[in-house]
């Protein structure tokens, strides 16, 4: 009774959030993932169970392997995506870090693109990573032929091999600013007897970012990367704005949507609960290393 007295009005106010959480999300993922062992490839219903073949049959038997090709655009998206935000974000931390003049300008000239929803800046982009070139240019092209830098114009997302590349770009673009707010904060709450303690031991300023002030840095980083990492593997909205449903820039997050449209609706859980065992892939250990952070301190 005592117990009851402690958590019943905690647990009272939680319910129904918990059951909300329990319908529409831990429910449909349920849901999801009983649809991905049946046979619903169509809008006739499921006649069956058929275990894991829906899987085994996106790695082993799909369509000019187009999973696994949607799969490795995404690998490429984010190791470009990953490297670009966090170097940017770092880097203007740190210009901040260090003293500007009109710092809350610059803080914000660099946070805005983060306000912009993903399909306008998408419609942007499209438009300045216009693949034509020389007379029929446009967007940066039309910039680097106005500059005389015509050996630099290039097809951007259109080409073969560096499209999915270059679609990282305006998502380096929009969360850059992102990263730098969570590296700024983090050299601001770095304690300044640190660095005082290590300024009265003659460290140098490589010495006192290398070996004090950057190793402090390390769980912000770890943070930044797990939030835009998943981010970048859920994306959608931006890659449709820029390119559409085109096979050199397809990602799993598009390979659903097209999947959906033909009602093959056992394909597309398939491909849903294989994105979110990717996604939980990176959250899980994260979630695992902040809970024992916060016990121990």
């Known amino acids: 009774m005592r117990r009851l007295r402690h958590w019943g009005p905690g647990l009272l106010l939680l319910s129904p959030s918990l059951i909300l959480l329990a319908v529409f999300v831990y429910g449909l993922i349920a849901w999801t993932t009983k649809v991905s062992v049946s046979d619903e490839h169509n809008a006739l219903g499921s006649k069956g169970f058929v275990g894991l073949d829906n899987y085994t049959k996106l790695f082993t038997n799909d369509i000019n392997d187009r999973f696994t090709h949607s799969l490795r655009n995404l690998l490429i998206f984010t190791v470009v995506f990953l490297a670009g935000a966090m170097f940017f974000g770092l ?76 679609m990282a770009i305006p998502a380096i673009w929009q969360l850059s600013g992102y990263v730098m707010a969570l590296f700024l904060a983090g050299f601001r709450g770095i304690p300044q007897e640190l660095r005082e303690a290590a300024a009265m031991d003659g460290a140098s300023t490589y010495r006192l970012y290398r070996n004090v002030i950057f190793p402090q840095l390390t769980p912000v980083a770890l943070s930044a990367l797990i939030i835009i990492g998943h981010m970048s593997m859920k994306m959608f909205d931006l890659i449709m704005s820029v390119s559409g449903p085109q096979w050199l820039t397809e990602v799993p997050a598009i390979y659903v949507w097209q999947t959906l449209l033909t009602s093959d609706y056992a394909k597309a859980a398939a491909i849903s609960i294989i994105l979110l065992l990717l996604v939980a892939v990176v959250i899980v250990p994260y979630l695992i290393y902040t809970n024992r952070q916060e016990k121990n301190a």
């Open 91 to 166: 880097l203007w931390a740190f210009i901040l870090e260090r003293g500007v003049r009109a710092e809350g300008f610059f803080r914000t000239v660099y946070l805005f693109p983060m306000a912009v929803s993903f399909v306008a800046s998408g419609v942007v982009w499209r438009w300045l990573m216009n693949p034509n070139t020389g007379d029929n240019a446009g967007g940066l092209n039309s910039v680097l032929g106005g500059l005389g830098l015509d050996f630099l114009q290039n097809t951007w997302w259109t080409n073969p091999d560096w499209g999915m590349a270059a």
